[in-house]
């Protein structure tokens, strides 16, 4: 079992930045790869980035590309999302979670663990 805890979110204006970070506790957090999802208020939990075992294994969904960049530091347990260029659509509870395996996934039944959530909102 593992447990994530989010820290980070907050209030931001429309292009501006946030990082987040999620730390791990439990299981060996080399063993397993990590993934950022959110949900907006009426919408479905939607996948963010993932990353696996090798940092340059990664992933992003398409609306983020070029602006949200994760990475990991296995020496701190901890998963990162640096969130650049924000805009409205961004606006959501971002949730990091902890894959079942060692490749990344875009899909939420990959994922055994999850945070509790951190708020994101950007101001138009």
């Known amino acids: 079992q593992v447990q994530l805890v989010e820290s980070g979110g907050g209030l931001v204006q429309t292009r501006g930045s946030l990082r987040l970070s999620c730390a791990a506790s439990?299981?060996?957090?080399?063993?397993?790869?990590m993934g950022w999802f959110r949900q907006a208020p009426g919408k479905e939990r939607e996948f963010v980035a993932g990353?696996?075992?090798?940092?340059?294994?990664?992933g992003y969904a398409e609306s983020v590309k070029g602006r949200f960049t994760i990475s990991r530091d296995n020496a701190k347990s901890t998963v990162y999302l640096q969130m650049n260029d924000l805009t409205p659509a961004d606006t959501a509870v971002y949730y990091c979670a902890a894959g079942r395996g060692p490749a990344y996934s875009d899909r939420t039944n990959y994922f055994s663990s999850w945070g509790q959530g951190t708020q994101v909102t950007v101001s138009s």
């Open positions: 439990g299981r060996p957090f080399s063993f397993y790869a």
């Open positions: 990353i696996g075992l090798n940092a340059y294994s990664t």
